[in-house]
């Protein structure tokens, strides 16, 4: 019994010596979005219920919500990697803005004065965020992955020590993986949910380049908007 009692004792520690290794070599990872992400995950989420439920009061929410957050866009280059499902040049399509929210949730609104104040209120705030600059906040652009697996590559650079994170939104609604490796080619996380939308943070253990591939498993294309801090 004793000798039984030591060998466990000795395997246990060895158990907890190697996942103390393994730790020292995955980065940390950690799913809890910021502030700005989490704003602009909110604001998305209204804008698809407002659009499919002609709801004016979610349009206007949203934008009031995107309106309050700075962004600046995102300099990368997005290679497309795939094969085009339609045989034509694919448009871009635009995410969702603050400007243009608000002009359909005015649409949606009509004459309801119980809106007109709020309109006018997010009217301010969309126009200061129009003139302020994007010197702050999270980084965006918008791009497409080509249908039946085509993916898109980025190479985006984080800073050691420093959460990393990045939410890729769904404009078409296609069911898109994402998954981000370091300059070696070594996975560092993935989200392969069948959520529409992608969403990953980490803290990178060095400061470099890390490859971004957002793989479309839909039949169809599908144009999405980046976001990374």
Partial sequence: MKKICIIL?????????????????????????????????????LAKYGYENNSASALIEAAEILAQVQTQKLEATAEVQGTNATGEKEAIKDGYTAEK???????????????????AEVEKLV??????????????QCSLA?????????????????????????????????????EN?????????????????WYPRWTGRFYVI?????RWNSCFQIFTN
């Fill in 9 to 45: 004792s000795l395997f246990c520690a060895f158990a907890s010596f190697a996942q103390s290794e393994m730790d020292e070599e995955k980065p940390a990872i950690e799913q809890e979005a910021s502030a700005d992400i989490s704003a602009i995950q909110t604001a998305n989420a």
């Fill in 101 to 119: 929210l608000l002009l359909d949730g005015k649409k949606l609104a009509g004459k309801d004065k119980a809106l007109s104040k709020w309109i």
């Fill in 127 to 140: 126009k200061k965020s129009g003139t302020r600059g994007a010197d702050g906040g999270p980084k965006s």
């Fill in 146 to 182: 080509y249908g039946g697996g085509g993916k898109t590559q980025y190479k985006v650079p984080f800073y050691a020590n420093e959460p990393a994170e990045i939410y890729i939104e769904s404009i078409d609604s296609a069911d898109l993986d994402l998954y981000v490796y370091d």
């Fill in 185 to 201: 080619w070594n996975l560092i996380t993935k989200d392969t949910s069948y959520a529409l939308d992608c969403y990953v943070r």
């Fill in 214 to 218: 957002i793989q479309n498993k839909s």
